[in-house]
């Protein structure tokens, strides 16, 4: 069969019918059932490309059939149609592991993009897990260094999180490499020949949010002296990547939640909206639910940039890779500086000491140093010039163990007034429910 083919999943007659029409005129086959078990019978016995289903059916639901398809097709893309206004559900959906979501009335333009999306990205065998990335070799600074536990869980959620569209939020310290992950995701995404645009919220001032982002046309405010498309436009296509999303002003904090909910924006001084496609993958060193607590995030837009959260693991809690990462570091500055460089063996025992508060960032910058310090081609203590008080393992490890035993607390504390429900314990802590299980296991947290 050479054609792809969609299993379309709705009870409403005219509904169904349109969309068929629609998607056999871009040259596909369609299958149509309309409800779950009908849909269930169809996947078990067919072979689809995509799957497109209503949320609401009359046997069943649309999160339903996500499940099922994640359970026996995993590699086939579904979407969700959803009711508009009805972000929870879509957010609900593609926590479920849908590709992506369509509101009603369905805009036809919007639908095939998403399914022709959707059927690039469908069927492709998930990479090897070698922390190389075809889409990034050459590019060595883009890599992921590490083999320890936390680096090859952290793989295995950027590989089975490229194949969806839904907005991604990356936590973790400063320097922990929270846009190697982004990068990641998006050159293992049906995205990567398109565009990757990092911005830092941070560092645009409050009055030019919204032209940056959004673009302005001509004569639309003092200075605009030309038309700009804006960082969305700029990223078409490709994958937009807000670092320190926490930074942003409410009132765009408003806008950006548009945005994301209608999938269109409007330049400074436009009168018609632009329909875009991006994905949105941002990211915070803050923790944002405590932000939403205390009224300096918004609650609406934390659920929407938060549909997948991954986490950034500290140095402090994979020393296992400061070998790998310390050799990789210098075997960029040697290629660099055409010397070979290496660390003596009092060196690295120092550097697998120290309590690296500024994480990776801070690896690469001692090393930086140090490389312009040496003489010769081998680095020793001194050329490090780590702070003598900062480098005794017992001290670190100690100050570790402690912030261990805190955490391990305030988990055990919200299980508890939970009665041990994970779910609601992982929502009155601000992390989702895969972060917490993570955690129980990491303590060793169970049910006494």
């Not at 969305?232 to 548009?258: C, H, N, W, Y």
């Not at 009224?295 to 959260?309: E, H």
């Not at 986490?311 to 990789?328: C, N, V």
């Amino acid at each position: 069969m050479n054609k792809q083919s969609v299993l379309i999943v709705d009870d409403e007659p005219d509904i169904l019918e349109l969309l068929e029409m629609t998607l056999l005129r871009m040259g596909l086959q369609v299958a149509c059932a309309t409800g779950y078990s009908e849909a269930t019978r169809w996947i078990h016995d067919g072979d689809f490309d995509f799957c497109l289903t209503d949320m609401r059916l009359p046997d069943g639901d649309g999160i339903a059939l996500v499940e099922y398809i994640q359970q026996h097709k995993p590699q086939m893309p579904v979407a969700v149609i959803t009711a508009h206004g009805n972000m929870e559900l879509a957010i609900q959906a593609m926590k479920a592991g849908a590709y992506d979501f369509v509101s009603k009335p369905v805009s036809l333009e919007k639908l095939r993009a998403l399914v022709e999306h959707g059927l690039q990205t469908g069927g492709t065998a998930l990479p090897e897990q070698t922390g190389e990335i075809p889409a990034l070799r050459g590019e060595d600074r883009y890599r992921i260094i590490g083999d320890s536990p936390q680096i090859r869980e952290l793989r295995q959620s950027i590989r089975k999180f490229a194949r969806s569209q839904a907005p991604v939020f990356i936590e973790g310290p400063s320097g922990t490499g929270k846009e190697l992950v982004a990068r990641q995701i998006h050159a293992q995404s049906d995205r990567a020949k398109a565009p990757f645009v990092a911005v830092n919220c941070g560092a645009i001032p409050s009055e030019l949010m919204e032209s940056e982002l959004f673009g302005h046309v001509k004569g639309s405010f003092t200075g605009a002296v030309s038309d700009n498309p804006g960082l969305f436009r700029s990223a078409e296509g490709g994958t937009l990547f807000l670092d320190e999303i926490a930074d942003l002003p409410l009132p765009m904090q408003v806008k950006l939640l548009r945005v994301l909910q209608e999938k269109s924006i409007r330049p400074v001084g436009a009168q018609q909206e632009i329909a875009t496609d991006v994905r949105i993958i941002s990211a915070s060193h803050k923790n944002l639910a405590e932000l939403v607590e205390t009224g300096q995030f918004r609650q609406d837009l934390y659920y929407r940039i938060n549909v997948i959260g991954i986490q950034t693991p500290p140095l402090s809690e994979r020393r296992g890779d400061i070998p790998l990462l310390a050799e990789h570091i210098l075997g960029r500055l040697g290629r660099e500086q055409q010397r070979p460089l290496k660390l003596d063996k009092a060196a690295l025992a120092r550097l697998e000491g120290y309590a690296f508060p500024g994480n990776v960032r801070e690896l690469e910058n001692i090393l930086e140093r140090a490389a312009a310090l040496a003489d010769g081609d081998r680095i020793g203590e001194a050329e490090l010039q780590l702070p003598e008080h900062a480098t005794v393992a017992g001290q670190q490890q100690s100050l570790t163990e402690r912030t261990r035993k805190l955490e391990a607390e305030a988990l055990r504390r919200a299980l508890e007034a939970n009665r041990w429900n994970q779910s609601a314990a992982a929502r009155e802590l601000g992390i989702t429910l895969r972060q917490l299980r993570y955690r129980c296991e990491k303590f060793g947290l169970t049910k006494t």
